[in-house]
């Protein structure tokens, strides 16, 4: 099942070129207390959930995709992880070029580790991407993205599957230079995921997804996830070895070969396969607000 937030904080199931509207099916979320618990109240309710949203769909009103605006598939996830040098081509191409790196070294990720990316970055391909240091190189670095589903501590890598509850396409936009991972790519729009989160049963092998990426129709990036260094399991449990994985949590996997550039006025066009495709248009500086 493809699920999406749209609009205004509508929920949906994608169904070819339409959405069925399915916001009612919100009513059924618990109504937390303070402290609320950690974790996305409704990637945590969505096992529970997922009989009736399928009721729901039967009788729920379509709307085009066309006049569909789509957040983020997750609304508050607790936290954002991400892997950074993760495919063996894109590890040489930082090694070989100085703009990537900045004379910091370069090391494997088993030995960099994984980063934090603040939440505050999260968006929708809907709302696009905001350059907040235009005078700077900011890339596009697109990634297959797992959302967790169940909670978890120290999970093995031969289980570590039966905590991502479905996969979505992400952006993991960076603005190059010499300051930390978690500062240079958690500026606001900086996460952008979409379109919809794609349920794991229709991603039986994570670990073979064509993705590729352009940029106003030229291709910058093409792979496979079997590339991966740390595949999605041993990423759950390198992660989870340091911290506990909650529902909602976000975790890029890392991005292949032909970072690059990207100005106000460009269009990113993502796709993996198994999931989507999404289109992201590029922004100068928001106002501030
Ligand atoms: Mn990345």
Same mark, same amino acid.
């Given at each position: 099942?493809?699920?999406?937030?749209?609009?205004?904080?509508?929920?949906?199931v994608?169904?070819?070129?339409?959405?069925? +509207?399915?916001?009612?099916?919100?009513?059924?979320?618990?109504?937390a207390?303070?402290?609320? $618990?950690?974790? +996305?109240?409704?990637?945590?309710?969505l096992?529970?959930?997922?009989p009736?949203?399928?009721?729901? #769909?039967?009788?729920a009103?379509?709307?085009p995709?066309?006049?569909?605006?789509?957040?983020?598939?997750?609304?508050? $996830?607790?936290?954002?992880?991400?892997?950074?040098?993760n %495919?063996?081509?894109?590890?040489?191409?930082?090694?070989?070029?100085?703009?990537?790196?900045?004379?910091?070294?370069i090391?494997?990720?088993?030995?960099? /580790?994984?980063?934090?990316?603040?939440?505050s970055?999260?968006?929708?391909?809907?709302?696009?991407?905001y350059? =907040?240091? &235009?005078?700077?190189?900011?890339?596009?670095?697109? =990634?297959? #993205?797992?959302?967790? /589903? @169940?909670?978890?501590?120290?999970?093995?890598?031969?289980?570590?599957?039966?905590?991502?509850?479905? %996969?979505?396409?992400?952006?993991?936009?960076?603005?190059?230079g010499?300051? +930390?991972?978690?500062?240079?790519?958690s500026?606001?729009? %900086?996460?952008?995921?979409?379109?919809?989160?794609?349920?794991?049963?229709?991603?039986?092998?994570?670990n073979?997804?064509?993705?590729h990426?352009?940029?106003?129709?030229? =291709?910058?990036?093409?792979?496979?996830?079997?590339?991966?260094?740390?595949?999605? *399991?041993?990423?759950?449990?390198?992660?989870?070895?340091?911290?506990?994985?909650?529902?909602?949590d976000l975790?890029?996997?890392?991005? &292949?070969? /032909?970072?690059?550039?990207?100005?106000?006025?460009?269009?990113i066009?993502?796709?993996?396969?198994?999931? /989507? *495709?999404?289109?992201? @248009?590029?922004?100068? @500086?928001r106002?501030?607000?």
């Amino acid at each position: 099942m493809k699920i999406c937030r749209f609009n205004n904080d509508r929920l949906g199931v994608v169904l070819g070129e339409e959405v069925a +509207d399915v916001t009612p099916i919100l009513e059924y979320l618990p109504t937390a207390k303070y402290p609320f $618990p950690r974790g +996305d109240a409704l990637v945590t309710a969505l096992p529970s959930l997922l009989p009736r949203i399928r009721e729901a #769909v039967r009788i729920a009103p379509r709307i085009p995709i066309s006049r569909v605006e789509f957040l983020s598939p997750v609304a508050n $996830p607790g936290k954002i992880i991400a892997a950074p040098v993760n %495919y063996v081509d894109h590890l040489a191409e930082a090694v070989n070029m100085p703009e990537l790196h900045h004379g910091n070294p370069i090391h494997q990720i088993q030995k960099v /580790g994984l980063f934090l990316k603040a939440s505050s970055s999260l968006q929708g391909c809907s709302q696009g991407v905001y350059l =907040e240091h &235009p005078d700077r190189r900011n890339d596009h670095e697109v =990634e297959l #993205v797992a959302i967790i /589903g @169940k909670a978890g501590i120290n999970v093995p890598r031969e289980t570590a599957l039966e905590y991502v509850a479905g %996969y979505c396409i992400g952006l993991d936009m960076t603005v190059r230079g010499s300051e +930390d991972r978690s500062m240079r790519k958690s500026i606001d729009s %900086y996460s952008v995921v979409g379109p919809w989160m794609v349920t794991a049963d229709e991603v039986p092998d994570p670990n073979n997804l064509d993705l590729h990426l352009t940029v106003n129709g030229e =291709e910058r990036q093409r792979a496979n996830t079997r590339d991966l260094i740390l595949d999605v *399991a041993e990423l759950i449990e390198f992660a989870t070895s340091y911290y506990s994985i909650d529902p909602g949590d976000l975790l890029f996997t890392g991005t &292949p070969a /032909g970072v690059g550039p990207v100005k106000a006025g460009d269009v990113i066009h993502a796709e993996i396969a198994s999931i /989507g *495709a999404m289109s992201v @248009k590029v922004h100068a @500086k928001r106002v501030s607000i």
